[in-house]
């Protein structure tokens, strides 16, 4: 199953910095059964994880890394996607890409 992992605006999916949804996005990918087909899209950085397959994006707008995110998607044709913790990304990303499931990971509380 190819499964896409996309990271919310502002996170730093590097050894360099990372976030606690980088480490978690990270973490569960590298112990999921579908870590040979699973890639992470997120905003670009200088040394992502060496052991993750990583699709950078390069955006200066939430606009901007919603488009991007699409462009690296449809570019993959993932089975699924998985979102987290933005809503607002994972509903533009879910009415640019119908007929593909996508999943919202909340960490913590969200209004």
């Known amino acids: 199953m190819r499964v896409s992992?996309?990271?919310?605006r502002g996170m730093r999916f590097s050894p360099d910095g990372a976030t606690s949804i980088d480490l978690v996005a990270r973490d569960l990918l590298l112990a999921s059964r579908f870590r040979e087909t699973t890639s992470?899209?997120?905003?670009?950085?200088d040394t992502?994880?060496?052991d993750v397959p990583?699709?950078?994006?390069?955006?200066?707008?939430?606009?901007?890394?919603?488009a991007g995110?699409?462009?690296?998607?449809?570019?993959?044709?993932p089975e699924v996607i998985l979102v987290h913790?933005?809503?607002?990304?994972?509903?533009?990303?879910?009415?640019?890409?119908?007929?593909?499931?996508?999943?919202?990971?909340?960490?913590g509380l969200l209004k």
């Open 85 to 107: 913790q933005h809503p607002e990304s994972a509903a533009a990303i879910a009415r640019a890409m119908p007929g593909v499931p996508v999943i919202l990971h909340r960490h």
């Open 54 to 66: 990583f699709r950078a994006v390069v955006a200066s707008s939430q606009r901007g890394m919603v």
């Open 5 to 8: 992992i996309v990271l919310p």
């Open 48 to 50: 992502p994880f060496p």
């Open 69 to 77: 995110c699409i462009d690296r998607l449809k570019a993959d044709s």
């Open 40 to 45: 992470v899209v997120g905003a670009a950085v």
